[in-house]
């Protein structure tokens, strides 16, 4: 069993930055893909970047690409979003999501592919 629980989110000006993160327990955590995934009013949850159990491997979305950074810290269970030029149409609650049977070398982008999830954190990003 993985729980999972975001922070970092806030309200933040066009072009500014923010770093959220997702602080997990469970034992289970450091063999597990973790993705961060979006969900804006009125849309569907969109994934937004996946990292290997190792962190070796990390996949992004085209719309986020070359501004977030996904990284982890194993020892202390933390996975992080880094993101930076920060757009309005970032705006949307932001989930951590983890799964123990995914396996390395793959990009999982849907949400049924993740087992765990945390409560969201809310990031606005103002014009």
């Known amino acids: 069993q993985v729980q999972l629980v975001e922070s970092g989110g806030g309200l933040v000006q066009a072009g500014g930055s923010l770093r959220l993160s997702c602080a997990a327990s469970?034992?289970?955590?450091?063999?597990?893909?973790v993705g961060w995934f979006r969900e804006a009013p009125g849309k569907e949850r969109e994934f937004v970047a996946q990292i290997s159990s190792s962190g070796s491997t990390k996949n992004y979305a085209e719309s986020v690409k070359g501004r977030f950074t996904i990284s982890r810290d194993n020892a202390n269970k933390l996975v992080y979003l880094q993101m930076n030029s920060l757009k309005p149409e970032d705006t949307a609650v932001y989930y951590c999501a983890a799964d123990y049977w995914l396996r390395d070398g793959g990009h999982y982008d849907s949400t049924s592919e993740y087992d765990y999830w945390g409560q969201g954190t809310q990031v606005t990003v103002s014009s």
């Open positions: 469970g034992r289970a955590f450091s063999r597990c893909v």
